[in-house]
């Protein structure tokens, strides 16, 4: 058991290193290049026009690298997706999401209007411990940045649609690439108005 669990550290060293590695050597120019085919779905500099595709300017580039990977290896099924990143090799998925991280992040505004504002802003600051609801801002950050080292993403600006869709489909395990089931944990707890709420809120975080 000891020598399985050695070998295993220095397997995940490894990885670890050779992220460390990918990552340094990203190069933002040649993912501007290799971004041209994103442009259709997520807008020329990653802005997205339709509330259904996400934005990827300002996104951390761990996070979105991550996914590149996992959507090509099939750990993140994404329909839309199919065929986009097939010839990606690691380094093109770091050197994308270097191009992208580069971007200025979206900036949206949440609806004052609506009611649940006060609950978006809740769910996100605080959570709801009656629920088991941890608060979105220890993972996301207060301004919803994101944490680049933890590869916990920026949601700042994200379009509602977007992010109730992502929140569903945690929920129903339809996405699970998730560290540790996390984020499948916390949005099974959250109804449907919580969910849109929280949204709302995220849209206007910037």
Known sequence: ??????????????????????????????????????????GQNGISSAPSFPHLAGQQASYLAKQIMDI???????????????????????????????QDANIGQADPAEEALLRGQELYRAGDAAKGIPACAACHGPSGAGIHTAVYPA???????????????????????DPNGMMGDIAAKMSDADMEAVANYIHGLH
């Open 155 to 177: 949601l700042s600006g994200q379009f509602p649609q977007y992010i109730v869709t992502t929140l569903q489909d945690f929920a129903a395990g339809e996405r699970s690439n």
């Open 72 to 102: 090509r290896d099939g750990k993140r099924l994404v329909p839309e997706m199919a065929g986009q990143v097939d010839d990606f090799s690691d380094q093109d998925a770091w050197d994308v999401a270097a191009y992208f991280a580069t």
């Open 1 to 42: 058991m000891r020598k399985l669990l050695a070998s295993l550290a220095i397997t995940l060293g490894a990885v670890g290193v050779a992220h460390a590695d990918l990552e340094a050597d990203a190069d933002a120019a040649a993912g501007r290049e290799k971004a041209q085919s994103c442009a259709a779905c997520h």
